[in-house]
């Protein structure tokens, strides 16, 4: 079966084309980086009408990277939610279009869920059971996988998530979005030491998250100095060293009460090499991340969640629908992956 997947949750129009028989067969991403540049975050109108402009090339420059016709798609999936309503709604219309004007299955995939299974994809794909931390730029949680589709969420974020809190220093410092990259190339050249910010919620029981006390705590190290560019960069580390050593607390946290060996590390802030470098320091654990290109959104993750859920006999309703919040555990449990 050859499913092609559709990612418009946010700023990233991504689109994939997956066979259950012989794998990834194509996949192209349009970042929105210099749409939203200019505001320091995600412009939700402009966001909706770039995904309307750059669907439809994306879709055919896929097919034929692929070598496959519109008749060769047996099956769309699409992200349905969570993310942004209007962002949403440009992907649900475009797959449920697509699939009732050639008589084919169309899915709603979880986005969560299309992140953490990312790392199926690759050789060394994790076996069940594993935990996973999922750390974007909307969410940051902890989740126990027993099996597929069947998750136990171990903790959340209570105000901003990672990848939020790092946007929205990187404004704060002049630094460029998005932030999460910014603020690391300006944390290479950091001093270590030069601050020490808190680590939020690590002094308590508990494996919940919260990244805006950092966000303030970088406001009131830079109202304290003169700004300078050696400044910037100081607290630039002092905010990424107190993110990765939160992080990585509460991954040694979340493996030992649930005594698992495997973590998978998926969304865009899986990316960071501190992070990397500090979570495969563990000792005992298997470390499972995606490639760098699927640890951001992607249309890749959703045709094999897509697919995983079709073969297992799931289809959606033909109508247009999107879930701006949807907890992952309301998702059923499913019969193997693709």
């Known amino acids: 079966m050859r499913v092609l997947g559709i990612e418009t949750s946010c700023d990233e129009t991504g689109v994939a084309l997956y066979d259950t028989d012989t794998g990834l067969l194509g996949h192209a991403l349009h970042s929105q980086v210099g749409v939203h540049a200019d505001y320091g975050g995600v412009v939700p109108e402009l966001a909706s009408r770039d995904h309307v402009r750059r669907l439809v090339p994306l879709v055919e420059r896929v097919c034929a990277q692929a070598g496959v016709d519109r008749a060769g798609i047996d099956a769309v999936a699409y992200t ?70 069947a998750y136990r969420l171990l903790g959340d974020t209570v105000d901003d998530a990672a990848g939020e809190a790092f946007d929205k220093t990187a404004q704060l410092l002049g630094l460029g979005y998005p932030g999460g990259p910014a603020v690391a190339r300006a944390a290479r050249a950091g001093r270590t030491g030069a601050f020490r910010f808190p680590r939020p919620m690590t002094d308590r029981p508990g494996l ?67 992070l990397r470098a500090a979570l495969a320091a563990i000792d005992g654990v298997q470390l499972h991340f995606p490639r760098l290109e699927f640890c951001t959104d992607n249309g890749a993750m959703i045709a094999y969640a897509g ?3 079709l073969l297992a006999g799931e289809s959606s309703p033909r109508r247009i629908a999107a879930r701006p919040r949807w907890p992952m555990t309301e998702l059923a449990p499913f019969a193997g992956v693709a």
Do not use: Y
């Open 307 to 309: 697919a995983c859920r």
């Open 80 to 149: 349905a939610g969570p993310g942004l309503v209007g962002a949403l709604l440009v992907g649900a219309a475009a797959a449920q279009g697509f699939a009732w004007a050639r008589g084919i299955p169309v899915l709603a995939v979880h986005h969560m869920e299309a992140h953490l299974l990312a790392p199926m994809l690759e050789p060394d794909a994790p076996a069940f059971p594993f935990a996973a931390l999922l750390v974007s730029g909307g969410h940051t949680q902890l989740v126990a996988v027993d099996g597929p589709g």
């Open 208 to 274: 919940d998250f919260s990244f805006s006390g950092l966000k303030t705590a970088a406001r009131h190290a830079l109202a304290g100095v003169d700004g300078t560019e050696q400044d910037r960069c100081d607290i630039a580390r002092a905010f990424e060293d107190a993110v990765v050593d939160t992080l990585v607390l509460k991954c040694r946290r979340a493996l030992g009460e649930t005594a698992l060996h495997r973590l998978v590390v998926a969304g865009g802030v899986g990316a960071n090499e501190c």
